[in-house]
């Protein structure tokens, strides 16, 4: 157990529709990243929040939003949803983005998502 | 350009075999760290080992450990005595200290015969 929660497990929903991804972070972490996969593939960076702020931005679309809460959860927004977007969405955490820290990132077990 | 390549898709290998898998990456970053994650069927990414670029020695954990060639670019896995449960894709993945993401390579595909 990473000690990374996300929620829901699994998610089916149909074209056209918006759904919310939830993600809470090990304790103490204050980064967090978005990562999709699709079946097969590797990891796609979608975007990174550190400590409440936007820090960094990856292959993200724009019908894709994501924010940190203070009190650390992350939430990521996926709307007018296509069948393309089915896959394997992972939030990660790491204590830190700076340097003197190794930065590895811990996943959580990811959202399932089935757009029919 | 690829950063980080991962030149084995998929490989087969008998059980209690060590097994290599491959890693080089490229980077002008004289600081930078390397990272190996599993992830088995079931979907989760797990952590299991880093190298520094500093590191004087090569990383290990338990029956991993990583053969880091720093002149080479490369920092390839080695798991001995290899178990079924070893059966997973494995990713190799780079941080440059300039830029604090994480760069991941496609992956390799690990089967364990019995």
């Known amino acids: 157990d990473s000690g990374v929660t996300q929620t829901p497990k699994h998610l089916i929903t149909a074209t056209g529709q918006r759904v919310t991804l939830r993600c809470s972070p090990r304790?103490?972490?204050?980064?967090v990243y978005w990562y999709q996969q699709s079946l097969d593939q590797g990891l796609q960076f979608l975007i990174q929040?550190?400590?409440?702020?936007?820090?960094a931005k990856g292959n993200i679309l724009e019908r894709f939003s994501a924010q940190q809460f203070p009190d650390l959860h992350s939430e990521l927004n996926l709307s007018s949803l296509e069948l393309g977007d089915s896959a394997l969405y992972f939030c990660?955490?790491?204590?830190?983005?700076?340097?003197?820290?190794?930065?590895?990132?811990?996943f959580g077990p990811g959202t399932r998502l089935t757009v029919t | 350009a690829q950063k980080i390549t991962q030149t084995q898709p998929g490989m087969f290998v008998q059980e209690k075999e060590a097994v290599t898998l491959d890693c080089t990456y490229d980077t002008s970053d004289p600081s930078y760290g390397l990272f190996w994650y599993k992830q088995p069927s079931s979907g989760e990414m797990i952590f299991l080992i880093y190298?520094?670029?500093?590191d004087q020695q090569n990383a290990t954990e338990g029956r991993y450990s990583l053969n880091f060639q720093k002149a080479r670019k490369s920092a390839n896995l080695v798991i001995s005595a290899s178990q079924l449960g070893d059966s997973a894709m494995y990713f190799c993945?780079?941080?440059?200290?300039?830029?604090?993401?994480?760069?991941w390579g496609a992956g390799t595909k690990l089967i364990i015969k019995p």
């Open positions: 304790s103490g972490d204050l980064s």
């Open positions: 990660a955490s790491s204590v830190s983005h700076g340097q003197g820290h190794r930065g590895e990132q811990y």
């Open positions: 929040y550190y400590n409440g702020e936007e820090r």
């Open positions: 993945a780079m941080r440059e200290d300039s830029n604090y993401q994480l760069i």
């Open positions: 190298q520094g670029s500093y």
